[in-house]
């Protein structure tokens, strides 16, 4: 199951935060929709100030938490298991934060709905 938030930088794009905060490598990704690149992502618009999660969704502050007080802040891209470069919830659209991954920090994925 998926919760689904639109990025603001692309009406086309949405991140879709999962109910569980353990990485899933091989989701199942809805019908008509494609699980986006770190490139793709990295396109939407570069220097917008709109954030992924920071202070929205009923999340107060940088980290979007379960209720079980996980933290839940890493989104996958497609490539990111090769490159390991994931975004943080609580950044900028847009921005990858790094080469980092806690395997029980996973928030979701990107996608882009097909036309």
Request: some cysteine; overall charge positive.
């Amino acid at each position: 199951m998926w919760g689904v938030r639109q990025l603001l930088n692309n009406s086309n794009m949405f991140i879709l935060r999962a109910n569980t905060n353990i990485r899933n490598e091989n989701p199942k990704i809805p019908e008509g929709y494609r699980w986006v690149t770190i490139q793709e992502y990295q396109n939407i618009g570069r220097g917008i100030a709109t954030y992924n999660y920071f202070n929205q969704c009923g999340n107060n502050g940088r980290y979007p938490f379960l209720s079980n007080g996980i933290s839940q802040m890493e989104i996958d891209f497609i490539d990111s298991k090769y490159t390991g470069m994931r975004a943080h919830a609580g950044n900028y659209e847009s921005i990858i934060s790094g080469s980092w991954s806690f395997p029980n920090n996973w928030l979701g994925i990107v996608v882009v709905k097909e036309f």
